[in-house]
Nanobody, 121 residues
């Protein structure tokens, strides 16, 4: 079994900051990319940021310069530092890992349960 657990969401005022954390655990053989996605009410889930095992990053245009993704390979963890938050950043944020479990022949996508981020005054 593989599990991704997120933490760090909450309510913050516009211009504020939050840091999301996600840890993967279980029968993990290897992790390729990890990342964060978000889904606002009435909208499709969208990519926020991804990071490979070697540290290469990719960001949505809407968050470039404000958000920073990082990763701790030893802990199977990924983080998202969110600064200068805007009301339009309000969404449920989901952690994603593209990993291979011990019992699997190849990697698959795994998702966390989601954490709510609300940006409002």
């Amino acid at each position: 079994q593989v599990q991704l657990v997120e933490s760090g969401g909450g309510l913050v005022q516009p211009g504020g900051s939050l840091r999301l954390s996600c840890a993967a655990s279980g029968s993990i053989a290897s992790i390729n990319a990890m990342g964060w996605y978000r889904q606002a009410p009435g909208k499709q889930r969208e990519l926020v940021a991804t990071i490979t095992g070697s540290g290469s990053t990719n960001y949505a245009e809407s968050v470039k310069g404000r958000f920073a993704i990082s990763r701790d390979n030893a802990k199977n963890a990924v983080y998202l530092q969110m600064n200068s938050l805007k009301p339009e950043d309000t969404a449920v944020y989901y952690c994603n890992a593209y990993l291979r479990a011990f019992w699997a022949l190849g990697p698959s996508d795994y998702w966390g349960q989601g954490t709510q981020v609300t940006v409002s005054s």
